[in-house]
């Protein structure tokens, strides 16, 4: 199992969030689908991370990576019915 730090667009961009994560191909810049206090929000991929601080912060798990694209292909091929 590994941390990952997740940064929310337009939201305090300097700030990283700890989630745990089993995704080992992450790469800078990937979307992800995480849970927040209330909810699921999208996140996007800062980096893996083995420091104490983050481990002890992280207490939620990344749902997925969002394969966007696949999202943009059926976009531009029309393939949402």
């Given amino acids: 199992m590994k941390v990952a730090l ?4 337009g939201y305090q961009n300097f700030m990283e969030y700890s989630y745990f ?8 810049g990937d979307v992800v689908v995480v ?3 209330s909810d699921y929000s999208i996140g996007h991929f800062s980096r ?3 420091n104490k601080q983050h481990i002890k912060n992280a207490t939620k798990y990344i749902v997925q990576k969002v394969d ?6 059926k976009m531009f091929l029309g393939g949402f019915d």
């Avoid at 997740?6 to 667009?9: A, N, S, V």
């Avoid at 994560?21 to 800078?28: G, S, V």
């Avoid at 966007?68 to 292909?73: C, H, I, M």
């Fill in 6 to 9: 997740i940064k929310f667009k």
């Fill in 21 to 28: 994560t089993d995704i080992e191909d992450l790469k800078e």
């Fill in 68 to 73: 966007v694209e696949d999202y943009e292909l």
């Fill in 35 to 37: 849970p927040t206090n």
């Fill in 48 to 50: 893996y991370s083995s």
